[in-house]
T-cell receptor, first 115, second 112 residues
Framework: KNQVEQSPQSLIILEGKNCTLQ??????????LRWYKQDTGRGPVSLTI?????NTKSNGRYTATLDADTKQSSLHITASQLSDSASYIC??????????????FGAGTRLAVHP | DGGITQSPKYLFRKEGQNVTLSCEQN?????MYWYRQDPGQGLRLIYY???????QKGDIAEGYSVSREKKESFPLTVTSAQKNPTAFYLC???????????FGEGSWLTVV
C-alpha cells in the first residue's frame, strides 16, 4: 500500500532556531514530491515541488531534500519565525496514476515557533 | 486575482440534513477535487472531476455527491447518509498536466 509518513508529529522550537521535518514514503515509482504549509483553518500552500530526479529545492528559508534511494525527504527551515507556526504536509504523486493527479498525503507535522 | 473560492467557511448541519459546499475557480483549470481533512490524518479524496459533466469517486465517496455542470464550479453535497461529517473540507484544482495544484481556503462542517 502506498504510504507517506511524517515525523515528528509535532515540534516546538524557539524563534530563530533551525529545524528539520522528515517524510518517508513507500510510493514507487513516483513522479514528484511536494511540501505544503498549512495554517490552521486555511488551505495548504505549496512550498516546494521536486521530481524524482531532483535532490534539493529551495524556497527562501525553506529547503527540501530528496533521496529517492532511501525514499526519504526532509524540509529544513532556517532561522525560524513566528509565522512559520503551521502544519507542514508532505505529498507524493505516484507515476502512472491513471490520468488524474492522485496525490498521497502525509498526516503532517505541526510546528510551533515560540518567542 | 485568480483562485479558488470555497463557501461557506463555517457550516452547521442538523441530523438528517443535506448540506452543500460551494467551490468556484477562475483559473481555467480542467480538474477539480474535494478532500476531507480530519485531525491527525492526511487529506483523503472524496470525489474528483477531470472534465465538465464527468466525475469519479475517490477513496471516501460514501455519503457524498457532486456535480460538474460548469468548468468553474464543483459543489459537494454532504448527505444525511454520511454518518460522521464533521471535518474540514478542501477543494482543489489542477491544470491538465497536474503540475500545479491550488487549494481553496476550506470549509468547516459541524454536526449539531
Amino acid at each position: 500500500k502506498n504510504q507517506v509518513e511524517q515525523s515528528p508529529q509535532s515540534l516546538i522550537i524557539l524563534e530563530g532556531k533551525n529545524c528539520t521535518l522528515q517524510c518517508n514514503y513507500t510510493v514507487s515509482p513516483f513522479s514528484n514530491l511536494r511540501w505544503y504549509k498549512q495554517d490552521t483553518g486555511r488551505g495548504p500552500v505549496s512550498l516546494t515541488i521536486m521530481t524524482f530526479s531532483e535532490n534539493t529545492k529551495s524556497n527562501g528559508r525553506y529547503t527540501a531534500t530528496l533521496d529517492a534511494d532511501t525514499k526519504q525527504s526532509s524540509l529544513h527551515i532556517t532561522a525560524s519565525q513566528l509565522s512559520d507556526s503551521a502544519s507542514y504536509i508532505c505529498v507524493v504523486s505516484p507515476m502512472f496514476s491513471g490520468g488524474y493527479n492522485k496525490l498521497i498525503f502525509g498526516a503532517g507535522t505541526r510546528l510551533a515557533v515560540h518567542p | 486575482d485568480g483562485g479558488i473560492t470555497q463557501s461557506p467557511k463555517y457550516l452547521f448541519r442538523k441530523e438528517g440534513q443535506n448540506v452543500t459546499l460551494s467551490c468556484e475557480q477562475n483559473l481555467n483549470h480542467d480538474a477539480m477535487y474535494w478532500y476531507r481533512q480530519d485531525p491527525g490524518q492526511g487529506l483523503r479524496l472524496i470525489y474528483y472531476s477531470q472534465i465538465v459533466n464527468d466525475f469519479q469517486k475517490g477513496d471516501i465517496a460514501e455519503g457524498y455527491s457532486v456535480s460538474r455542470e460548469k468548468k468553474e464550479s464543483f459543489p459537494l453535497t454532504v448527505t444525511s447518509a454520511q454518518k460522521n461529517p464533521t471535518a474540514f473540507y478542501l477543494c482543489a484544482s489542477t491544470t491538465a498536466s497536474g503540475n500545479t495544484i491550488y487549494f481553496g481556503e476550506g470549509s468547516w462542517l459541524t454536526v449539531v
